[in-house]
């Protein structure tokens, strides 16, 4: 029988455990977004499952399982806590309004930090909890160009944010290896638009939260070598809203806009013998649920100033896997990533992903002794293509949007943890 952590884990542990998620919260809420398949970020979790290519849905466990699957949670021993970070240095290039066709410029460098925090606990041998804190998707950028040659360099920033806090739960069936685990989300929304040029003047700060997210899973030890792992994760619509903001010369009194977070859903399998293992996972995000946008405002515009989408559904593959040499202490960990196109090229944006197929490479490693675990992955995303498209209706139809050239995307991800299990 496993002993639970009422039984063995110290009060003062606990409550560390804790005192880190609600830090991570709170500091979560003043990260930056970054760009990424849609507005998932396809490598933010902790580099243990970063440097496999961000595969886990099979075998994650501890309280990162409420980011990857729940059911995961079912494999703690006692109790666990893990603190994790992604540096994220990118940059980006577009063209950000179809208003300067000729201008297509690469975005400002600047770094972001993204927080993950998560702690577990099982209560019974049957029954596991877990909480945690941590960025689940956005978008942005920030260009410093000049709308015509006679013009004064202006400021193009867009930030989008997607926090969530999760409270997940698991239930054990140990005898046969099976965990069922659900996880529910309060996700946090913010967009931050603002051009200061003399036609569009664009400044809006949009925030709001989402009550209604879950995500559940489960995981089936089915042979000593063998698991398998689901996962789903349900829609939300965070709906941003400020009172005041202003665009198109016109000032507001309130505005409001809807953040949509798509469905998301995969499936993964590990394989393990001896000090090697290696896993494959599929997942299918449902991006075509971004479709328009309307920004609502009050007075109401002449005409709706709406931000067009159009994306396509995304799939995603992702390979992983970890050797571990001097007595599996020292895990080397290597993965690759292939995400499909799910931007529109019809309707392209110098602020979010490139209209083309994203790949990424990941290496890590680590030192694994005992109860403490620290680990660091390396992550290197790219996608490029060049945008010839028709503008001639956007001012109407997406105003917001950018015009022809070149978009690319290269990103570095730096990604660190450190996890304790009581076991």
């Given at each position: ?228 792992g689901a996962v789903y ?41 001896g000090d090697f293992g ?146």
């Amino acid at each position: 029988m496993i002993t639970t952590a009422l039984d063995r884990c110290s009060r003062p542990a606990l409550r560390c455990a804790l005192a880190l998620v609600t830090a991570a919260a709170t500091l979560a809420a003043f990260t930056g977004p970054a760009e990424a398949g849609g507005y998932d970020i396809p490598i933010v979790n902790t580099a243990r499952y970063g440097g496999q290519g961000g595969t886990g849905i099979a075998f994650v466990d501890g309280g990162t399982s409420l980011y990857l699957n729940p059911a995961g949670l079912g494999r703690v021993g006692v109790a666990n806590v893990d603190v994790a970070a992604t540096i994220l240095a990118g940059q980006a290039q577009g063209t950000p309004t179809f208003l300067s066709p000729d201008v297509n410029v690469k975005s400002e460098r600047k770094p972001l930090v993204f927080p993950f925090v998560s702690g577990a606990v099982r209560l019974a041998d049957f029954f596991t909890v877990g909480v945690a804190a941590y960025i689940v998707g956005g978008a942005g950028g920030e260009y410093s160009y000049q709308p015509t040659p006679a013009a004064d360099t202006l400021e193009d920033n867009t930030e989008l944010l997607l926090q969530e806090s999760t409270l997940g739960v698991a239930f054990n069936v140990d005898k046969i290896g099976l965990h069922i685990g659900a996880g529910y989300r309060i996700t946090y929304g913010r967009l931050v638009r603002s051009r200061p040029d003399a036609l569009t003047t664009l400044d809006l700060r949009l925030k709001g939260v989402n009550f209604e997210g879950f995500r559940v899973g489960l995981q089936w030890q089915f042979t000593e070598h063998v698991a398998f792992g689901a996962v789903y994760r349900n829609k939300i619509v965070v709906r941003a809203s400020e009172n005041g903001g202003s665009a198109l010369r016109n000032d507001f009194d309130y505005a409001a806009t809807d953040l949509v977070l798509p469905a998301r859903t995969g499936a993964g399998l590990r394989f393990d013998w001896g000090d090697f293992g290696t896993a494959v996972e599929f997942e299918w995000l449902f991006n075509s649920q971004n479709n328009t946008i309307v920004l609502e405002t009050v007075p109401t515009l002449p005409n709706p100033l709406q931000n067009v989408f159009d994306w396509s559904d995304q799939y995603i593959l992702r390979w992983g896997g970890e050797y571990g040499v001097f007595d599996g202490q020292w895990p080397i960990r290597l993965g690759f990533v292939f995400g499909s196109a799910t931007t529109s090229a019809d309707f392209p944006n110098a602020f979010g992903p490139p209209p083309a197929p994203e790949y990424l490479f990941t290496i890590g490693t680590g030192y694994n002794h005992g109860p403490w675990q620290f680990s660091f992955a390396y992550a290197r995303a790219w996608a490029s293509k060049f945008v010839d498209v028709d503008t001639s209706n956007f001012l109407v139809e997406c105003p917001n949007c950018g015009g022809a050239g070149q978009y690319a995307l290269r990103a570095n991800h730096f990604i660190f943890d450190f996890s304790y299990n009581w076991e």
